[in-house]
Nanobody
Framework: QVQLVESGGGSVQAGGSLRLSCAAS????????MGWFRQAPGKEREGVAA????????YYGDSVKDRFTISQDSAKNTVYLQMNSLKPEDTAMYYC?????????????????WGQGTQVTVSS
């Protein structure tokens, strides 16, 4: 049974930082993609960042480029999202996703497994 367990969300002031974690189990971690998505109330789910766990290649949405960093600890089957210089518009529920089928990394429809989400709130 595939499980993705997220942690690390919370409330911060604008300009602050948070690090999200997503621990994966139940599938072959090393041969799949993992991604972070976010969804604010009334908005569509947005691709934030993704990592090809096999090659280590990383991808970012334009709104978070140069502020967020996705990384992995393969020994722990865990992916991280380091979020710096947070802005109020980063406020959303953040979801970890895994096992992408063919398709763009930022398209949530291509991911098979999802975590329960962790809330990030940035106040001005």
């Amino acid at each position: 049974q595939v499980q993705l367990v997220e942690s690390g969300g919370g409330s911060v002031q604008a300009g602050g930082s948070l690090r999200l974690s997503c621990a994966a189990s139940g599938y072959t971690y090393s041969t799949n993609w993992m991604g972070w998505f976010r969804q604010a109330p009334g908005k569509e789910r947005e691709g934030v960042a993704a990592l090809d766990t096999g090659s280590g290649s990383t991808y970012y949405g334009d709104s978070v480029k140069d502020r967020f960093t996705i990384s992995q600890d393969s020994a722990k089957n865990t992916v991280y999202l380091q979020m710096n210089s947070l802005k109020p518009e980063d406020t959303a529920m953040y979801y970890c996703a895994a096992q992408k089928l063919a398709g763009a990394w930022y398209n949530s429809e291509w991911y098979i497994h999802w975590g329960q989400g962790t809330q990030v709130t940035v106040s001005s």
